[in-house]
């Protein structure tokens, strides 16, 4: 059964301790992306040279999609996988992925999960079976690979597969949803829909109102949800139950906000929506709901955000303090 974002199910009854602890998931994830930012920024001019400073390359962030990894990774462990994509940092912080690693491979020092040579949209940790590409579309199919491990083993292992909806009209998402659903496998299909697949609105590109309409074509569940983490929350628990109990494939998407760039740099131009954005930033939002029904109060805010702080700037001291790799290694690594 396929349902809508008009008739998706209301939002779990949650106790303070959940909501605080996607709170602050949200937070750790908006926190350390600022400091990316900063850092990346840093020294890239005069004027702006993406192939200059500490942070060199391209660097797309993800604020204001934070309730999605929250919501979704609350219901997973350790041993269950997750393909994400190249907007990836607020699906590796809250699926546990290692901070200090994850700074240092986006400053491409030798300490980073590749050693330094994958950067930030190529993150794998295989202590939590984390992985992302730079492709869109990639991560689905191999996270069917980890599904049918899972199915084969009786593990009640899930994986969950991220992708924007831009790449949702790529053909690894049409075969990877047809064979998840075919075989029945434990995955979780998560789509981002933030509106904009690069600089081209959905309405332009895929003609389909909502990409959760596709899944009755896979005779698979799918549901629509907005950018509110209890109600993301709600809908991942009841996918990933079902794909724990055998019960296969689920798509979900869920109408999230870009609230920066595509890519760092990009002057965004083409969003005539662009002076509206900021008011959609959900962390605030849910700090506010927060607040009014007593879960909240400054002096939790406060230790929050510090401890934050606090977290994101040890991984970014580590990662500066670490070596770069040495350039005679540079064939190290890779297979030949």
């Given at each position: 059964?396929?349902?809508?974002?008009?008739?998706?199910?209301?939002?779990?009854?949650?106790?303070?301790?959940?909501?605080?602890?996607?709170?602050?998931?949200?937070?750790?994830?908006?926190?350390?992306?600022?400091?990316?930012?900063?850092?990346?920024?840093?020294?890239?001019?005069?004027?702006?040279?993406?192939?200059?400073?500490?942070?060199?390359?391209?660097?797309?962030?993800?604020?204001?999609?934070?309730?999605?990894?929250?919501?979704?990774?609350?219901?997973?462990?350790?041993?269950?996988?997750?393909t994400a994509t190249h907007r990836p940092h607020h699906?590796?912080?809250?699926?546990?992925?290692?901070?200090?690693?994850?700074?240092?491979?986006?400053?491409?020092?030798?300490?980073?999960?590749?050693?330094?040579?994958?950067?930030?949209?190529?993150?794998?940790?295989?202590?939590?079976?984390?992985?992302?590409?730079?492709?869109?579309?990639?991560?689905?199919?191999?996270?069917?690979?980890?599904?049918?491990?899972?199915?084969q083993k009786a593990t009640g292992r899930v994986a969950?597969?991220?992708?924007?909806?831009?790449?949702?009209?790529?053909?690894?998402?049409?075969?990877?949803?047809?064979?998840?659903?075919?075989?029945?496998?434990?995955?979780?299909?998560?789509?981002?829909?933030?509106?904009?697949?690069?600089?081209?609105?959905?309405?332009?590109?895929?003609?389909?109102?909502?990409?959760?309409?596709?899944?009755?074509?896979?005779?698979?569940?799918?549901?629509?949800?907005?950018?509110?983490?209890?109600?993301?929350?709600?809908?991942?628990?009841?996918?990933?139950?079902?794909?724990?109990?055998?019960?296969?494939?689920?798509?979900?998407?869920?109408?999230?906000?870009?609230?920066?760039?595509?890519?760092?740099?990009?002057?965004?131009?083409?969003?005539?929506?662009?002076?509206?954005?900021?008011?959609?930033?959900?962390?605030?939002?849910?700090?506010?709901?927060?607040?009014?029904?007593?879960?909240?109060?400054?002096?939790?805010?406060?230790?929050?955000?510090?401890?934050?702080?606090?977290?994101?700037?040890?991984?970014?001291?580590?990662?500066?303090?670490?070596?770069?790799?040495?350039?005679?290694?540079?064939?190290?690594?890779?297979?030949?």
């Amino acid at each position: 059964m396929s349902t809508t974002a008009h008739d998706t199910p209301q939002s779990l009854a949650l106790d303070p301790a959940t909501r605080l602890a996607l709170y602050r998931t949200m937070v750790l994830a908006r926190t350390f992306e600022e400091a990316v930012l900063r850092e990346y920024h840093a020294d890239k001019g005069p004027g702006f040279d993406i192939g200059k400073g500490l942070v060199p390359g391209e660097m797309h962030l993800a604020a204001g999609q934070e309730p999605v990894a929250a919501g979704v990774c609350a219901h997973l462990t350790g041993d269950d996988a997750v393909t994400a994509t190249h907007r990836p940092h607020h699906f590796a912080i809250a699926h546990g992925v290692d901070m200090d690693k994850m700074a240092a491979e986006i400053f491409g020092r030798e300490t980073g999960l590749g050693r330094g040579r994958g950067g930030h949209m190529h993150l794998f940790d295989p202590t939590v079976h984390f992985s992302c590409s730079g492709i869109i579309a990639e991560g689905y199919p191999p996270a069917l690979g980890q599904a049918y491990a899972f199915k084969q083993k009786a593990t009640g292992r899930v994986a969950v597969a991220v992708t924007g909806e831009g790449a949702a009209n790529q053909g690894a998402f049409h075969e990877s949803l047809n064979l998840a659903a075919l075989w029945q496998l434990p995955v979780v299909f998560v789509v981002e829909d933030n509106d904009w697949a690069i600089s081209v609105p959905r309405d332009a590109s895929t003609s389909v109102p909502s990409n959760a309409s596709r899944g009755a074509a896979y005779n698979m569940p799918a549901e629509r949800v907005e950018n509110d983490v209890e109600a993301i929350y709600a809908a991942a628990d009841r996918a990933v139950a079902r794909a724990r109990a055998g019960k296969g494939p689920t798509l979900l998407e869920v109408h999230t906000v870009r609230l920066w760039g595509h890519f760092e740099g990009d002057a965004q131009g083409y969003r005539p929506e662009l002076a509206d954005v900021p008011s959609m930033d959900p962390i605030p939002r849910y700090e506010q709901r927060l607040r009014d029904e007593g879960v909240l109060d400054d002096a939790v805010i406060a230790r929050t955000r510090q401890e934050a702080q606090a977290r994101v700037e040890q991984a970014i001291a580590f990662a500066k303090d670490s070596p770069v790799p040495d350039p005679a290694t540079a064939s190290s690594y890779v297979f030949r």
